[in-house]
DNA sequence: GCATTAACAGCCG
DNA sequence: CGGCTGTTAATGC
């Protein structure tokens, strides 16, 4: 259980719903912190909650059968997951390590399903987040063809700064080079060289502890 | 060769 | 001081 006031700085969703939405959502959520390296959940875990990310850095990912780690995903703080797996009521599909420590919100099933048979607002903001996310996907597809690092480093920040998926994420993101190699499948070496390609681009300026981008689109659609 | 690891000096907070 | 950054040297595939 927590306040709504709390509910409504971590969850952007919260807002648009009912004063009796919102208590039902608050009633089910709790919260759990994960330290640096250790997994939310795992591949074919049956997961009980939607989640939603309050602070820290979350790498989706799974490993292949030859050992290889193979991140889809970061997921910064303010994004909601898991939903595909709660509706369906199936396994985990990836893994979730938490790259520093982080604070998880976890709602109930129960909840969530309750919240998606009763709330128009809810709905509103589910429709909007899956179609967001096939768009993520078809673009994964269509540029099928194998990026160079930087472009997969471009990739993986403009997904991290989503205005659909995270809305209150504006432009600076806080990660270190090393968090954005392990995003990547970089070294931390080769994430600096690839960062500073980026910059000279003009697509982002690097700072202490982060970086701040200047042009997301740019990101997104960057090769070579 | 290329990318990754190791090592280190400089810088920022 | 501790953590992060940028660079170079060594190492492994």
């Given amino acids: 259980m927590i306040s709504e006031d709390y509910l409504v700085k971590i969850a ?14 608050c009633k089910g959520i709790t919260e759990k912190t994960l330290t640096k390296g250790s997994y939310l959940c795992h591949r074919g875990d049956r997961v009980e909650y939607w989640m939603g ?16 780690a193979v ?29 520093r420590e982080c604070r998880v919100a976890l709602m109930q099933r129960v909840t969530f399903l309750w919240l998606f048979e009763n709330s128009v607002a809810f709905n509103r903001f589910l429709v909007r987040q899956f179609n967001e996310r096939l768009g993520q996907f078809i673009g ?48 931390r070496q080769a994430a600096n060289r690839a960062l500073q390609v980026l910059e000279k681009r003009g697509l982002i300026t690097i700072e202490h502890g982060g970086i701040r981008v200047r042009d997301r689109d740019g990101l997104q659609t960057f090769e070579d």
């Fill in 140 to 187: 994964l597809v269509e540029n099928d063809r194998a990026l160079e690092a930087p472009a997969r480093l471009a990739r993986g920040i403009a997904w991290l700064l989503n205005p659909v998926l995270n809305p209150g994420a504006g432009d600076y993101l806080a990660i270190n080079q090393e968090e954005i190699g392990l995003l990547s499948g970089l070294s």
């Fill in 71 to 99: 991140t889809m995903a970061g997921l910064p703080p303010g994004e909601w997951f898991g939903e595909g797996s709660v509706l369906k009521n199936e396994p985990r599909r990836y893994d979730l390590l938490a790259l």
């Fill in 12 to 25: 952007f969703w919260a807002s648009d719903l009912t004063a009796d939405e919102r208590a039902r959502a």
């Fill in 53 to 68: 990310l309050v602070s820290g850095l979350l790498r989706l990912g799974t490993v292949t059968n030859m050992g290889k």
